[in-house]
């Protein structure tokens, strides 16, 4: 009797367990299940929510595509470029002083347009590229600073001193960055001569007065290079009193070479300072096939020597030449006076 009861409660038991692991897998499950669903609810939530915000970020996208190309236009089209440089020297054509004259009429001697020929070395070898610098002398007018500037390539300007002719040009040499002075100097065979040129039996207190009064004008003046000359640039005693005058108002002589009779390199060494002179003349003869052979002659020359200097003026087929021979110019380093001298 007694075991019948054992085995009665335990049935009961196991019963009650069986009862109890059902129970325990059926809340297992639920809880899997509430998971899973919370899971995916929150999955949904995420996802809309990502997707209305990259909707906006791209609408914000396209607006901005369509008001900023992604493309990066140049700062100027080569067409505007063009157009702008011609309007620059149409200006200079219609408002050219009547009383321009050209340094290079001056010359006589067909040489003195090119450097001496140098006897044929071994090719130097040169770290960077050579350096070209050209100058434009006879600058005196907005119009031709226009022109001049429009090229787009390093130029150094040298403008004449103020006269009544060209009431402006030290006004405009103030609004440059870096210029030069075009010193008018007394002529062998010149007869258009410049106001207050400088002249061979000047004192030196004149000379020095004049180049003090100049240094007032153009206070940023560095470099100075002789309008005509040739007589001047030729006579030891006024060149030295020149170098003088240069020297106490901290000024450098650039030689437009005249003359080959110059004495500038001489009275230089004497100063115990560098003769630095022009290379080519680019507009001795105004033709522009001319001008173009010239400034290939002035790149060759930089080339043979690691520098060079050519002069030029503000005439319509120089700048035109000069605008024309961008490509020829990128074999050497086109540079201002100053990093050559």
């Given at each position: ?24 897998f ?28 990259e ?29 702008s ?37 071994q ?37 004449l ?31 258009k ?8 039996n ?122 024309e ?17």
């Open positions: 009797m007694a075991k019948h009861k054992k085995s009665k409660k335990s049935k009961k038991s196991k019963k009650s367990k069986n009862s109890s692991k059902i129970l325990n059926i809340a297992w499950g639920l809880a899997l299940t509430a998971l899973t669903l919370l899971s995916i609810l929150v999955g949904y939530y995420l996802g809309s929510s990502s997707k209305q915000s909707s906006k970020t791209s609408t914000v996208q396209a607006s901005v595509t369509k008001k900023t190309p992604l493309r990066t236009l140049p700062e100027k089209p080569k067409k505007e470029e063009k157009k440089f011609k309007k620059r020297l149409q200006e200079v054509l219609n408002k050219e002083s009547k009383n321009y004259n050209s340094a290079s009429h001056e010359i006589e001697n067909e040489s003195l347009v090119n450097p001496p020929k140098v006897p044929v070395e090719p130097k070898r040169y770290v960077s590229k050579p350096k070209l610098a050209i100058i434009i002398d006879d600058v005196s007018t907005r119009s031709q600073v226009r022109a001049i500037k429009s090229l787009g390539i390093p130029v150094t300007m040298s403008f001193p103020p006269s009544a002719a060209r009431p402006n040009s030290a006004k405009l040499a103030a609004k440059q960055s870096f210029y030069m002075v075009h010193l008018p100097m007394e002529a062998m065979h010149f007869n001569e410049e106001p207050y040129t400088l002249h061979v000047d004192s030196q207190q004149v000379i020095l007065q004049r180049v003090t009064e100049l240094k007032r004008l153009f206070p940023k003046v560095a470099y100075i290079n002789n309008h005509t000359g040739s007589k001047f640039t030729s006579n030891e005693i006024a060149m030295n009193r020149l170098i003088y005058a240069f020297n106490k108002n901290h000024i450098h002589f650039i030689d437009s070479r005249t003359t080959a009779k110059t004495q500038a390199p001489k009275v230089l060494k004497n100063f115990g300072l560098k003769y630095v002179a022009r290379d080519v003349f680019l507009d001795h003869h105004m033709d522009k096939a001319y001008i173009l052979k010239q400034i290939k002659r002035a790149i060759a020359v930089a080339k043979a020597h690691g520098h060079a200097i050519a002069i030029g003026h503000p005439h319509k087929n120089t700048l035109e030449a000069l605008y021979s961008k490509a020829l110019f990128k074999s050497v380093d086109l540079v201002l006076i100053n990093k050559i001298y």
